[in-house]
């Protein structure tokens, strides 16, 4: 069985590229064989608006909504195509 292993963004973002980088490399023989968990956090600073500084709230929200399986009621285009988040709107 392959080891479990939270990653945080700076060493996801590695993956990103079209070439192997060094962070890559090093990483590598340790990360490739294993199952990697990737916070809420980190999905979101590697590409969407919800990563900025002023949004730890609505990162929770989102977070929250996520790990419950639940959609959130808002009018925020802030959750806007944030992947497997449900939005409710009236």
Same mark, same amino acid.
């Given at each position: 069985?392959?080891?479990?292993? /939270? ?29 990697? /968990?990737? *916070?809420?956090? /980190? /999905?979101?600073?590697? =590409?969407? =608006? ?7 709230? @609505? ?9 419950? @399986? ?10 806007? @195509?944030? *992947? ?7």
């Amino acid at each position: 069985m392959s080891a479990v292993i /939270v990653v945080d963004t700076m060493i996801a973002s590695a993956w990103l590229g079209t070439r192997q980088s060094e962070r890559q490399a090093r990483w590598a023989p340790i990360l490739e064989p294993a199952r990697w /968990v990737l *916070p809420f956090p /980190v /999905v979101a600073e590697m =590409g969407h =608006g919800l990563a900025a500084k002023d949004h730890e709230a @609505d990162r929770w929200i989102a977070a929250v909504s996520l790990a419950g @399986d639940l959609p959130i009621a808002t009018e925020d285009s802030i959750f806007e @195509d944030v *992947p497997g988040l449900t939005l409710l709107r009236p």
